[in-house]
């Protein structure tokens, strides 16, 4: 596992490139200290009084989520050269270590455990996937250490217990969410049928809080067809959702399967529009090319929103990056920015501490939206739906939880 660091570090598109490879053949470890982008050499254990103060995040850096590491690590870096411009926190420089989990849920508990028994972060920032999330946010837990989830969406992940939060929405309003949206104008979906990954716990949840609340609004849901990780072949599940004729097909999967499940479906003379989730967003859906074109989803937030935060973020980014920041980059920005609120508000660093700060947070304003951690650890905020057109994501329109 390669660690990487980066404090003031400006990435341009080059070197996210080659942070993303150094990470893919980055197996080997370095012991007794890990060059620094500063030159300098750290030694164990680090985080010495008055040192730097260390954030940790585990991502998919490389693997077949790995844009969702790579937009997430920059969002986080860019938060921290940020803060760290302005100070840092208590006139400690902040710094943060990344680990490549490869989009393996063991490999983010060993990623955690490192960054924590080793590295001696102050905080853990991670993951997008909630499998994996769920998979690091155990062993946060029990040394005590802080973590803030960016993106993972299923409730299990902050029910691991007191020290593990998220600065997103989660699925039961998700879920509500798409249906709500697949009811209204434009779909006005009377029949949907639905297509989940039945291996990850992200995708079963949202397809069932979709269902529930679909249902209620008085929809009717025509099939429920399943695959597994890995398949590449939907053709049987897609024409029995065929024969049901729905209005609409709600994926609640990852952009990977939903650009294999969108161009069958079209293959397979399947014209109704489809509806996913917020696993569908990464530049890659392009890859679906026009089978995609006229699809929905849900999501954070989008580039193209009319706010000035948004307006703001994006600029900055562009400037940082050189490309148009995805949800992720805005949560991992949100997600580091809100912790080191924290740092500053904490009476220490020690777990406990910073968690009370954590959890204390009270109308953050965010890119994503204006950020208050609820009991159950979560953010309570609107989600966004974007339109899918040429490869391209459009802002379409945004749903507040109800009252
Ligand atoms: N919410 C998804 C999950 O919990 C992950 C995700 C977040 C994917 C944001 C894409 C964008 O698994």
């Given at each position: 596992m390669k660690r990487c660091f980066a404090r003031g570090l400006s990435l341009t598109l080059a070197a996210v490139a080659w942070l993303s490879l150094s990470y893919g053949c980055g197996r080997q470890d370095t012991p007794g200290g890990t060059?620094?982008?500063?030159?300098?050499?750290?030694?164990?254990?680090?985080?010495?009084?008055?040192?730097?103060?260390r954030i940790g995040h585990f991502a998919s850096m490389t693997g077949s989520e790995a844009t969702w590491g790579v937009?997430?690590?920059?969002?986080?870096?860019?938060?921290?050269?940020?803060?760290?411009?302005?100070?840092?926190v208590n006139g400690r420089p902040l710094e943060v270590i990344t680990y490549d989990n490869q989009g393996r849920a063991q490999e983010s508990a060993t990623a955690v455990t490192r960054l924590i028994t080793q590295d001696k972060v102050a905080a853990v920032l991670g993951e997008?996937?909630?499998?994996?999330?769920?998979?690091?946010?155990?062993?946060?837990?029990r040394f005590g250490v802080p973590m803030i989830s960016p993106s993972s969406t299923n409730p299990k992940v902050t029910d691991i217990g007191d020290m593990v939060f998220r600065v997103?929405?989660?699925?039961?309003?998700?879920?509500?969410?798409?249906?709500?949206?697949?009811?209204?104008?434009?779909?006005?979906?009377?029949?949907?049928?639905?297509?989940?990954?039945?291996?990850?716990?992200?995708?079963?949840?949202?397809?069932?809080?979709?269902?529930?609340?679909?249902t209620e609004m008085g929809g009717t849901i025509t099939t429920e067809q399943a695959y597994?990780?890995?398949?590449?072949?939907?053709?049987?599940?897609?024409?029995?959702?065929?024969?049901?004729?729905?209005?609409?097909?709600?994926?609640?999967?990852?952009?990977?399967?939903?650009?294999?499940?969108?161009?069958?479906?079209?293959?397979?003379?399947?014209?109704?529009?489809?509806?996913?989730?917020?696993?569908?967003?990464?530049?890659?859906l392009k890859n679906a090319g026009s089978a995609l074109d006229g699809a929905y989803f849900c999501n954070h937030y989008s580039h193209d929103e009319d706010r000035p935060a948004v307006r703001e973020f994006v600029a900055k980014y562009q400037e940082e990056y050189r490309r148009i920041p995805d949800g992720m980059a805005a949560t991992g920005y949100d997600s580091a920015?809100?912790?080191?609120?924290?740092?500053?508000?904490?009476?220490?660093?020690?777990?406990?501490?910073?968690?009370?700060?954590?959890?204390?947070?009270k109308d953050f304003p965010g890119v994503t939206g204006v950020i208050t951690i609820?009991?159950?650890?979560?953010?309570?905020?609107p989600a966004v739906i974007l339109r899918v057109e040429g490869g391209k994501t459009y802002y379409t329109t945004t749903i507040a939880p109800p009252d």
């Open positions: 060059q620094s982008s500063s030159g300098a050499v750290a030694t164990q254990p680090a985080a010495a009084p008055g040192g730097p103060v937009s997430t690590d920059a969002g986080v870096r860019m938060a921290v050269k940020e803060e760290n411009a302005k100070g840092g997008v996937a909630s499998s994996r999330s769920i998979a690091g946010g155990q062993v946060a837990q997103c929405f989660i699925d039961p309003f998700q879920g509500y969410v798409c249906a709500k949206f697949a009811r209204g104008e434009p779909l006005n979906a009377q029949k949907a049928a639905t297509l989940f990954n039945r291996a990850q716990i992200y995708s079963t949840g949202l397809n069932d809080t979709f269902k529930k609340h679909f597994a990780d890995g398949d590449t072949d939907y053709s049987a599940q897609l024409t029995n959702i065929r024969a049901t004729a729905p209005d609409v097909i709600f994926i609640p999967g990852y952009y990977t399967e939903v650009v294999n499940i969108a161009v069958q479906a079209r293959r397979l003379g399947l014209t109704v529009p489809l509806l996913g989730g917020d696993g569908w967003d990464a530049e890659d920015k809100l912790l080191i609120d924290a740092m500053r508000r904490a009476s220490s660093l020690a777990g406990k501490d910073l968690a009370a700060a954590i959890a204390a947070t609820d009991a159950q650890r979560n953010a309570r905020k």
